[in-house]
T-cell receptor, first 112, second 109 residues
Framework: SQTIHQWPATLVQPVGSPLSLECTVE??????LYWYRQAAGRGLQLLFY??????ISSEVPQNLSASRPQDRQFILSSKKLLLSDSGFYLC???????????FGSGTRLTVV | DAKTTQPNSMESNEEEPVHLPCNHS???????IHWYRQLPSQGPEYVIH???SNVNNRMASLAIAEDRKSSTLILHRATLRDAAVYYC??????????FGKGTKLSVIP
């Protein structure tokens, strides 16, 4: 069966520090991978998606970047965090959006 | 994706049926209707999806209007564990779903 792992679960980082969140998927090949962010009391905002190794599409300009160094690995990064980067970050995978997404358990990031 | 409209919040008594409405008047003929729910501090989970016919699974039923401009997610017996934000998504690009603000369902014991 397919599983998605996302870590860490919580993270407190100072403003200006770097960020690296990792997501891995098991049990499937060539998944579509996604990073979403949910600010407090808000809806889900799609940040990046990837349909293959090294292929990244960005949905909004921001202080973040994403990379996909391996087929089932998706990394969200920042060189210098801002207060506005605080939120709940979710990784997800799908074969096709039509067939549904599976989300990870999320990382709650607080920038202080 | 089609624009969807959902009530911000709804309440239900425990063990009673819940009907969560969604309007998606701009949906195209080939767009599926998806429902997800998000429990507190968790990622969204898939609930159900359909195209034209009503759909049932172990979690819920989906009733789709004949003109497909609206749909209703039906929870047959609400439990406290069903308290969540429910998202209706009208249509999907090949690679992505766009989530709105959803309906926050509160279940009263």
């Amino acid at each position: 069966s397919q599983t998605i792992h996302q870590w860490p679960a919580t993270l407190v980082q100072p403003v200006g520090s770097p960020l690296s969140l990792e997501c891995t998927v098991e049990g499937t090949s060539n998944p579509n991978l996604y990073w979403y962010r949910q600010a407090a009391g808000r809806g889900l905002q799609l940040l990046f998606y990837s349909v293959g190794i090294g292929q990244i599409s960005s949905e909004v300009p921001q202080n973040l970047s994403a990379s996909r160094p391996q087929d089932r690995q998706f990394i969200l990064s920042s060189k210098k965090l801002l207060l506005s980067d605080s939120g709940f970050y979710l990784c997800a995978w799908s074969v096709l959006a039509l067939y549904g997404y599976t989300f990870g358990s999320g990382t709650r990031l607080t920038v202080v | 994706d089609a624009k969807t409209t959902q009530p911000n919040s709804m309440e239900s008594n425990e063990e009673e049926p819940v009907h969560l409405p969604c309007n998606h008047s701009t949906i195209s003929g080939t767009d599926y209707i998806h429902w997800y729910r998000q429990l507190p501090s968790q990622g969204p989970e898939y609930v159900i999806h359909g195209l034209t016919s009503n759909v049932n699974n172990r979690m819920a039923s989906l009733a789709i209007a004949e003109d497909r401009k609206s749909s209703t997610l039906i929870l047959h017996r609400a439990t406290l564990r069903d308290a969540a934000v429910y998202y209706c998504i009208g249509g999907a690009g090949s690679y992505q779903l766009t989530f709105g603000k959803g309906t926050k369902l509160s279940v009263i014991p």
